[in-house]
């Protein structure tokens, strides 16, 4: 125990020496450390979890390839023919990123969120903690604005206040109608940055909703129960929490 501490006592006056160097070394393992554990969240965030959705195995993600045999976003009109597809998918939700400010709150924040046709959580299989999810009456183009909120900024904004279902939240200046919260294990797209919210997607904002080069959408399928062993084209991607991430 001497040797071991004389050893120590020669170790921290030797730091104490080389106080410029011992700081680098301290700034360099700190960052080592910080590094390491910011991948690793990533990693486990986006592929080592379990996917936060009914059946997951049956849900793909749809890309058109390109004219350079490469993927890209879908048009309106070849979603429209994907909805049709009954005998094949039971399920269909094209999507967007987007972005708002959250105001009248004592701490206004921006906001990351997805616009999405109100078929995605039926599509995702998934419920809320409270309230309800989208149904074809919140279309934007025929009813007011509805958002679904995430648990997390549930909490940090509006104190966990179950009152919230039904009254208004405004984002970028504009008022919404709070109609559901999402629990905190669920997160769409799967990112290590989680969303914070989810409205209906107008497809006004998609410009020309009839051209078949405007490609537009991220389109999530779920196959029917009968197609759970389909082996998908090139275009299909089996879901997983990589390729249903952001």
């Not at 709150?105 to 995605?120: C, F, K, N, Y």
């Not at 009813?143 to 405004?170: K, M």
């Not at 504009?174 to 919210?197: A, E, Q």
Request: with cysteine; glycine share 6%.
């Amino acid at each position: 125990m001497e040797t071991l501490r004389q050893d120590i006592r020669f170790a921290f006056r030797a730091l104490h020496h080389a106080r410029a160097t011992t700081a680098i070394a301290v700034l360099c393992l700190a960052l080592g450390i910080g590094a390491n554990t910011a991948i690793f969240s990533v990693i486990h965030g986006v592929l080592l979890d379990p996917l936060p959705y009914a059946a997951p195995e049956r849900l793909v993600n749809i890309s058109e390839i390109n004219a350079s045999g490469g993927p890209s976003l879908l048009s309106p009109p070849l979603y429209r023919q994907l909805e049709e597809q009954k005998a094949l998918f039971s399920g269909v939700a094209g999507w967007i990123l987007t972005s708002q400010d959250l105001g009248n709150v004592s701490e206004p924040e921006r906001l990351r969120g997805v616009r999405a046709t109100t078929s995605l959580f039926s599509t995702l299989g998934v419920a809320p903690l409270l309230g309800r999810t989208f149904n074809d009456t919140d279309d934007p183009r025929s009813s007011n604005p509805v958002v679904v909120l995430s648990e997390a900024l549930w909490r940090q904004q509006f104190a966990a206040d179950r009152n919230l279902i039904g009254r208004q939240v405004t984002l970028s200046g504009r008022k919404h109608t709070v109609i559901g919260i999402m629990p905190m294990s669920f997160d769409f797209p799967i990112s290590p940055t989680r969303r914070d919210f989810w409205e209906p997607l107008d497809a006004r904002d998609l410009g020309d909703v009839t051209m078949r080069n405007n490609r537009a959408l991220r389109v999530v399928a779920r196959l029917a129960a009968r197609h759970s062993n389909f082996q998908p084209p090139c275009r299909l991607n089996r879901a997983t929490s990589s390729a249903l991430s952001m």
